[in-house]
């Protein structure tokens, strides 16, 4: 049995990151453009209703769910997390599941860029590392703690992957 755990985030912290205020901007922006547009008033309120709930809804699915602690067992993985602000557990069979590394670039280069692993089950997807609660050398370990315990091997494409978070190790920290 392995545990890898990371800071817990309320959802008051998760609502205040930075995809949030990028959301915010495109908001403004098309809101803006409606207005620019000039459509007879009742289309302008239908279409500003519109862009607030696609604004709410995009928000609200970014980060009602986080996970926070990741324990592997023999044959499953244990995943522990919050939905809104209310705790759950889910056991998840290893031979059903498949891992994949993905990263989030940044202006800032590989020091801004955001690395996170999304396990990928036969009914539901779970993300860890979205709001930057793992380390990166843990989001490493995890990964290779997976491939240990389903034997595969590390394919060319995710082995890049790690090298550019050891790379972001190395320069950034």
Request: proline content about 1%.
């Amino acid at each position: 049995m392995k545990t890898f755990e990371a800071e817990y985030r309320s959802l008051f912290q998760r609502f205040f990151n930075i995809i949030n205020v990028i959301y915010l901007e495109y908001f403004i922006l098309f809101a803006s453009c409606i207005f620019i547009l000039k459509p007879a008033k009742p289309y302008l309120i239908i279409f500003g209703i519109l862009l607030f709930i696609i604004f709410i809804v995009l928000v609200i699915n970014n980060n009602k769910t986080n996970i926070h602690r990741i324990t592997f067992h023999e044959n499953t993985i244990e995943l522990q997390g919050v939905t809104f602000n209310e705790e759950w557990k889910k056991s998840i069979s290893i031979k059903g599941t498949k891992i994949f590394l993905k990263s989030k670039s940044s202006k800032q280069g590989i020091c801004g860029a955001t690395f996170y692993i999304q396990l990928k089950n036969t009914n539901k997807k779970f993300s860890l590392n979205r709001f930057q609660t793992f380390s990166d050398q843990e989001i490493i370990e995890i990964f290779n703690e997976f491939k240990n315990r389903k034997e595969e091997k590390i394919i060319i494409d995710k082995k890049l992957i790690v090298n550019r978070i050891k790379e972001k190790i190395e320069k950034c920290q």
